[in-house]
């Protein structure tokens, strides 16, 4: 009899335990996400995810000042221009559209290869979002022809998963 | 009693008129798409509502109606709209929600009427009222909105299909009215260009669905029609005309330079004060910015805008004694340039048939032009002394009665040529032993037009007596190409062709007199595609109308070298920029390519900037056998390296097999890290309609291969894989 009041005692002191070490990763996980923000591989073949967390609160915008700062990898490289803000960001039916400054164009370094990395580390990170599909870049209000001179913006893009080189 | 009768009758026939429930009315009118449809729709007004014959009604909106008896119900139906509307009730049901209305069903004469405004409505139509007249129209495009671009240089009318569109000349140089039809404002419309400056007001022309946007300016608006109304897909885009930003006079030179591309200048010099003049047209006047500092040659400018039609913008230049100024050619469109110069004497002035010589020490440039009662054509060279000119010269033929020259004033020799009618001409320049010759033909005119039916074009071919320069402009509503031809003057009795195959009909008309432009106007059945097949300029002007889909092709290859003008795509390190290396190497192509007998053609081969959709859009319309576009690539990362292939993913396998074959050839001589084919949707190889491929050659953001790039070695070897390899992927389709 004695061991089984016990035992009972026990469980309920190990329960309290459990729920004291756990309840901030509880807590943590109900105001904080993971998110997978694509940075450049260096020798800009690819766009290869990192995982961050960030507060839930503004999760959009917080993802992609996350993804403006850059990689911490020092195995990727930045894909979005220094100075470059996000004004606004819109989500309406799966597609989500995103308002830049100008540094985005003014800033940006050009090529080929640096306009579809900066552009689908952009949608490939938000479409990532289950609830978008298709991202719509602008710039201060304003649809854009094209970042850097090859690529059309003008129509809302959609996922490139060959650009995606898978975690390792 | 009778005579009672007829009191009482008297008396209650007004009466009944108004009481009666439905009223016939003899005012309602009601149209359809311009169209008077009263009479069939048998309107009845009813408390100030219109009720019509709802049978009529479905027949011109394309509707079905049905009847069910046993519920006293009629039904309306057109795609996915249904209006169920029963007898005695004033509800109308539309699909599921329904809502009250005045008066609901009637019947007359066993006939069902219907309250219009709702049907029509809810239907999809629009319904304007103007007293008792009626216009229902069937809107097909949104517009959603209308703002600048380019700086100001441009407005846009962003459409969700290009509507059929005119602008409407008005006396007033600050109001622009554009004329949209079949149209009406999206419920987001966008006015972006109301401002301070510039305002704009929507009028809605109610018999049809028809929109007038006017918009009104503080100043002259710089807009002329026949040269600033685009198409730009399904947006219409007006073009304004350069405006004057600066004149400075820097190392004893002039500068006048504008926002935008600048014509050539007419230039004379007037004496007491001494003054050369400039007239430049197309350009307007605006807070432009003068720089002039003391200076030997100049003493004060002045600027006005001589003319509104034609736009005229005159620039007088007052100078100071002995000195001499003279355009010089500037190679950026944007910029006249006025240089000190020699006066040059002008002699051996010959006649022969309806061609006109002398020769000149120095080179000059003529300014020539027409005059009229009596008609003369008038040749005034600047800085330049008489020679040996004989006063008068004997002429033969029929156009030339008599040829005078003079000197007009201290520093301008004038030729008068007296002329039997009015005449178009041309000028040409030749270098020689002893100075230079200049030709003046006189009455370049057409010599014939042809008009020809093939299977799958209609040919238009216009010969000239002498080459001239031109340029061909395609206009919708209707649809119509229109070649505007220099130096060409446009007499009564022009034999036009009879209209063939896809040209409707075919007229000519002076187009300006000052420069003097000749517009012939092929009206056209249908337009699917052209292409000029000659050259500009060329004596014989050819235009190939295409019928239905695309022919086999021509066997132009298309070099693009990307960037250009104001965007110099990526800067390397140490400043090297990508459209120097990309028009280099595409020049350095089409040199191989031409050297080996194939035909090239460049969308730029000098230092301007080219919209992507204009790139696209020079090669579908030269119907090219394939495109190549040159250009030199950059990521942030300065490790990236090699070259790299793109190609779009929908094309077809003879994109896959040219960017191969380009890349075999830079394996092999390039000799860079290789990247591979990618295929991603870049728009000038997405849009082109041939075999399309983006070379980037080399990473210039990584030193060491910017260093490669700016050698003219490397160059010359990137060029020579790239054409190498467009030779070896003909070799393989042939």
Known sequence: ????????????????????????????????????????????????????????????????????????????????????????????????????????????????????????????????????????ITVEGEEIETLAGHMYLKEPLEVNQELILEQD | MSRWGLYISILLIPLFLFTTFVTATETAEIFFNDQEISEQLDPRLNGGDIMVRARNLAEHLQAVTSWISALNTLTISRGDTVIKLMEGSSYIQVDSRSYKVKQGLIMINGSSYVPLKEVATELGFLYERQGSTIYLNKPETQVKG?????????????????????????????????????????????????????????NKVPNRARLQFSINSKYPLPFKQEIGLEEDGNNLLLRFLPQINTITFQNGELKITANGQLEEPETF??????????????????????????????????????????????????????????LVESADGNTITLSPTRITRVANLKCEAQQLSFISDYP???????????????????????????????????????????????????????????TGFNWSEMETEDGFKYTVLLDNSFEKMILADGDNSTNINISLDSSASY?????????????????????????????????????????????????????????????????????????????????AGSDIIVLDPGHGGFDPGAIGPSGLMEKVVNLDISLKVRDILKREGYQVEMTRDDDTFLSLKERVELANQLDALIYVSIHANSSYSRHSEGSEFFIAPHKTADSLLLADMIRKEFIDTVKLYDRGIKRDDLYVIKGTRMPAVLVEVAFLSNSHEEALLESDLFRQKAAKAISEGIIKYLGKIK
Do not use: C
């Open chain 1, 1 to 136: 009899m004695f061991d089984k009041k016990l035992l009972i005692m026990l469980i309920v002191v190990l329960v309290f335990i459990a729920i004291y070490l756990f309840l901030p990763g509880i807590e943590e996980s109900l105001t904080r996400a993971r998110v997978e923000l694509y940075f450049a591989t260096r020798d800009a073949m690819f766009l290869k995810s990192e995982v961050r967390e960030v507060p839930r609160e503004g999760l959009y915008r917080n993802t992609l000042e996350e993804l403006i700062k850059g990689p911490e990898q020092s195995s990727l490289s930045r894909t979005i221009p220094e100075g470059t803000k996000m004004i606004d960001i819109e989500v309406n039916n799966g597609l989500a559209r995103l308002d830049f400054n100008q540094a985005l164009i003014e800033n940006h370094w050009g090529g080929s290869t640096g306009e579809l990395l900066t552009i689908y580390s952009i949608v490939n990170t938000m479409t990532a979002f289950d609830e978008i599909q298709h991202v719509q």
């Open chain 2, 146 to 202: 209308i703002r600048w671009q380019n700086g100001g240089k441009r407005v846009l009318i962003e459409m969700d299909k290009l509507a059929p569109y005119r602008v409407n000349p008005t006396d007033n140089s600050n109001e622009l009215i554009i004329e949209l039809d079949r149209v009406a404002l999206a419920p987001d419309f966008k006015d972006g260009i109301s401002s301070n400056d510039f305002y704009l007001k929507v």
């Open chain 2, 269 to 326: 010099l007037l004496q007491e004060p001494r003054r050369l003049v400039l007239d430049i047209p197309g350009l307007m006047l605006s807070d432009y910015q003068l720089e002039l500092p003391e200076n030997e040659l100049i003493e004060d400018i002045r600027v006005s805008q001589f003319s509104y039609d034609p736009i005229v913008l005159r620039v007088v230049m007052e100078l100071k004694e002995d000195s001499y100024l003279d």
């Open chain 2, 364 to 422: 000059l440039k003529p300014d020539i032009f027409t005059l009229k009662d009596p008609e003369r054509l008038v040749i005034n060279i600047m800085n330049a002394l008489k020679g040996d000119l004989a006063k008068e010269i004997s002429v033969e033929g029929e156009l030339i009665k008599g040829i005078r020259s003079s000197q007009f004033n201290a520093e301008t020799v004038r030729i008068v040529v007296d002329l039997e009618k009015e």
């Open chain 2, 471 to 551: 340029e061909v402009k395609k206009f919708s509503y209707p649809d119509r190409i229109a070649v505007d031809i220099e130096g060409i003057n446009i007499q009564g009795a022009l034999n036009l062709p009879e209209p063939e195959g896809l040209v409707k009909s075919v007229r000519a008309l002076q187009l300006s007199d000052e420069p003097k432009i000749g517009r012939i106007v092929f009206e056209l059945e249908e337009y699917h595609d052209h292409s000029v097949l000659s050259l500009n300029p060329d004596e014989t002007i050819s235009i190939s109308l295409l019928r239905g889909e695309k022919t």
